[in-house]
C-alpha cells in the first residue's frame, strides 16, 4: 500500500494498492495527519486503490468526521466499480461526496 499526499487546495492523497488491515496500521499516521488539516479540502483520490477491507473503511469515516468536526470538505474520487460496491455495501456511499 502507498499513500501520497500532494499540499495544497485541495489536498490530494493518493491511495495506491491494497488497502487492508495491515496496510492501514501502516498508514495511520499519515491519516492522522490528514485529520490535523481537515479543516480544509481534502480529496482522497482512489484511482489506483484496488481494494479497501474495513479497517481501510474505518480510516475513512475517522477521516470524515475530522472533517465534519472542523467544518471541512472531503470528497472521495475515482473509484472502481470493486470499491463502490463495498461502499454501497456497507452504506459509506451515502456518507461522502464521491467525485
Known amino acids: 500500500m502507498k499513500i501520497s499526499i500532494e499540499n495544497g487546495d485541495p489536498i490530494v492523497a493518493r491511495l495506491e494498492g491494497r488497502l487492508d488491515t495491515a496496510a492501514a496500521v501502516e498508514i495511520t499516521p499519515d491519516f492522522q495527519a490528514l485529520a490535523e488539516q481537515a479543516a ?41 466499480n470493486d470499491i463502490r460496491q463495498v461502499f454501497m455495501m456497507t452504506g459509506f456511499i451515502s456518507l461522502f461526496e464521491i467525485i
Open 40 to 80: 480544509g479540502h481534502i480529496v482522497l483520490d482512489c484511482t489506483d486503490l484496488a481494494y479497501i477491507s474495513s479497517s481501510g473503511l474505518r480510516l475513512f469515516l475517522s477521516l470524515r468526521k475530522a472533517s465534519a468536526a472542523k467544518g471541512g470538505k472531503l470528497q472521495v474520487r475515482n473509484i472502481s
